[in-house]
């Protein structure tokens, strides 16, 4: 994508990798929210908690990552999530200014961390607990 453009109805996730961050959440809205937008696109940093095709994943994949990958599957999400693997800070900083919004869901605190790289980068962002 060229620098200076955002994906049109992007959501961006930077931290998903167990139950405590929320991404279960974003996942049972996802339906609604593309009733108004169906268009929306989910980009989660890190590797596919959902991944079932080898037998190496299937083997490995966490109860969580067993749920995520239910949740997209009946909420019909298989087209609008991603997960983008392992992004070296440099490639987070593109994938937030390529995107509408990052949306984080903890579910006990809000880390510093995925607050300071969007405002460092002069990213909006907004929380509400």
Request: net charge positive; proline share 6%.
């Amino acid at each position: 994508m060229a620098a200076g453009h955002c994906e049109p109805y992007s959501i961006f996730v930077s931290q998903a990798d167990y139950p405590l961050k929320g991404l279960h959440y974003l996942l049972q809205a996802l339906p609604q929210i593309r009733e108004k937008y169906p268009r929306v696109q989910v980009y989660v940093a890190g590797n596919d908690l959902t991944a079932y095709h080898t037998l190496k994943e299937k083997l490995k994949i966490s109860a969580y990552g067993q749920y995520l990958r239910d949740l997209i599957r009946e909420g019909q999400l298989e087209d609008c999530v991603h997960f983008t693997g392992r992004l070296t800070e440099q490639q987070m900083r593109e994938r937030f200014l390529e995107v509408i919004c990052s949306c984080v869901v903890p579910l006990w605190k809000i880390h510093r961390i995925p607050w300071e790289r969007p405002c460092f980068w002069e990213f909006p962002a907004s929380a509400r607990r």
